[in-house]
């Protein structure tokens, strides 16, 4: 029973300031504190008007705190008992438990509870407990520097939440720029994405934060106490000393560790910006180009017809080669009318069940075709097709340096073949290679598609 005593003055001694209560109120959680140290610690109220509290970090409201008028009248009966005598004998505290760590009075010691423990005379437990001071001090900021770290490292993490989402943004309204009338709705999605992938990072590293600084505060605080207990008088330095590493060693046991949050946004890629094309199709593709064929360029085998969107290999001799030095003489090919030299183009070519062809784009070098780019040839496609493509779609940006081919056969979508990416050097044209007749099996003609989405007959 002596006991009790001693556990009686340590609860009804306030987490925080490890002095008696005053004012005291209690929490949602039931924890109580003195009314002055918990708006001290707590802090301003988080998003959703609540405080954490210091001891469990369990939300509650300012507005539900209570005061607790039976832990204030405890408080008020205990402060009568004098000061540094045992609050069940009246006599000195006079001796220290080692066993128990708590101050006690010689009947305590010699007839009460703590008869048979290890028991120290106060001043020789003052001075030996003195010199442990030290130490408990450099703990105590070591923990302060470890949780100003953890402090600094969210801080930047919140700054990182913001620069995500701004790139992410910024990224979204570059790639759907071109596609505003067609993907509003899209872009609303993007963006409550975004806001909700930023509330919900925030609240949440905010709230990490704010339980980050309570225990800072707190361990702030217990500095304090430590500074304060070091120049009290023997007597009340045994009686706080137990008390504040008790206090000190709870905290640092409850030392919350670091959190780092995964932002998660969708990667704004090529390949989010095909994906898009496909669900789209041909509505987000800049209109089709009404490209003709050059005939002045066109192999001396090559056959075109009138409306110069119609190409065949002859299987007839091939008549000598002019005297123009852009016309082809080797591949059995021919470039459209249309130079291309800035902006964005799609234009689609019917291949049919033609065995053999290439398309792509060429460029002009001291006035003569200079061969680059040729692709979309089966060996090289990017992924196998589930069927033969009869008609081809060619996506050129100049801006992104990229040039696509497409399985352009179903008319309500897309399908990536092969895809260059690379800033082109100048001016291109639209290059078609009909290849060499082969003894008539390769004979198909290749159709340039019109803008009313049909190829010549």
């Known amino acids: 029973?002596?006991?009790?005593?001693?556990?009686?003055?340590?609860?009804?001694?306030?987490?925080?300031?490890?002095?008696?209560?005053?004012?005291?109120?209690?929490?949602?959680?039931?924890?109580?504190?003195?009314?002055?140290?918990?708006?001290?610690?707590?802090?301003?109220?988080?998003?959703d008007g609540t405080v954490l509290c210091p001891s469990c970090q369990a939300p509650t409201r300012p507005q539900a705190l209570s005061t607790n008028q039976q832990l204030a009248r405890l408080v008020e009966g205990l402060a009568q008992v004098p000061q540094g005598h045992c609050e069940e004998h009246l006599d000195p505290l006079s001796i220290y438990c080692e066993?128990?760590?708590?101050?006690?009075?010689?009947?305590?010691?010699?007839?009460?509870?703590?008869?048979?423990?290890?028991?120290?005379?106060?001043?020789?437990?003052?001075?030996?407990?003195?010199?442990?001071?030290?130490?408990?001090?450099?703990?105590?900021?070591?923990a302060c520097m470890r949780k100003e770290k953890s402090v600094a490292v969210l801080e930047h993490q919140l700054v990182e939440v913001e620069e995500t989402v701004r790139q992410f943004r910024g990224a979204v309204g570059e790639q759907l720029g071109k596609m505003r009338l067609f993907l509003a709705a899209l872009e609303g999605s993007l963006d409550r994405e975004a806001e909700r992938v930023r509330g919900e990072a925030g609240v949440a590293l905010r709230r990490e934060l704010g339980s980050l600084n309570s225990y800072l505060e707190q361990l702030r605080q217990m500095e304090k106490v430590l500074e304060e207990v070091a120049d009290k008088p023997q007597t009340e330095f045994l009686m706080k000393y137990c008390l504040v590493t008790s206090r000190l060693q709870k905290i640092l046991a409850e030392c919350p560790p670091p959190a780092r949050l995964d932002i998660q946004l969708p990667v704004i890629s090529d390949d989010f910006k095909f994906q898009v094309w496909r669900k789209m199709f041909r509505a987000l593709m800049p209109a089709l180009e009404e490209l003709t064929f050059d005939p002045s360029t066109a192999h001396p085998s090559l056959v075109l017809c009138a409306s110069g969107r119609r190409v065949e290999c002859s299987e007839q001799k091939a008549p000598p080669a002019g005297e123009d030095p852009r016309q082809f003489d080797k591949a059995v090919a021919v470039v459209a009318h249309q130079l291309l030299s800035e902006g964005e183009h799609y234009w689609e070519v019917e291949v049919g069940d033609k065995p053999r062809w290439a398309l792509g784009v060429i460029g002009l070098r001291e006035g003569?075709?200079?061969?680059?780019?040729v692709e979309a040839k089966e060996p090289r496609a990017l992924r196998t097709p589930e069927r033969r493509p009869t008609r081809i779609g060619i996506y050129l940006s100049f801006c992104d340096g990229v040039l696509s081919f497409y399985d352009a056969s179903d008319p309500d979508a897309?399908?990536?073949?092969?895809?260059?990416?690379?800033?082109?050097?100048?001016?291109?044209?639209?290059?078609f290679d009909v290849c060499w007749h082969d003894k008539g099996k390769n004979t198909q003609p290749l159709l340039l598609v019109g803008p009313d989405g049909g190829g010549e007959a």
């Not at 048979?116 to 003052?126: D, S």
């Not at 897309?414 to 290059?431: C, D, I, K, M, Q």
């Open 99 to 142: 066993q128990d760590r708590v101050l006690v009075c010689g009947v305590c010691a010699s007839l009460g509870s703590h008869r048979g423990h290890r028991l120290l005379p106060a001043a020789e437990a003052h001075a030996r407990l003195k010199t442990q001071l030290p130490q408990q001090k450099l703990q105590l900021q070591e």
């Open 1 to 47: 029973m002596s006991a009790a005593p001693g556990l009686l003055h340590q609860e009804l001694s306030c987490p925080l300031c490890l002095q008696l209560f005053d004012a005291p109120v209690t929490a949602e959680c039931g924890h109580s504190f003195c009314r002055a140290c918990l708006g001290r610690v707590a802090g301003e109220p988080a998003a």
């Open 414 to 431: 897309l399908e990536l073949l092969f895809a260059f990416h690379e800033r082109l050097p100048g001016p291109v044209y639209p290059f």
């Open 368 to 373: 003569k075709i200079l061969e680059a780019h």
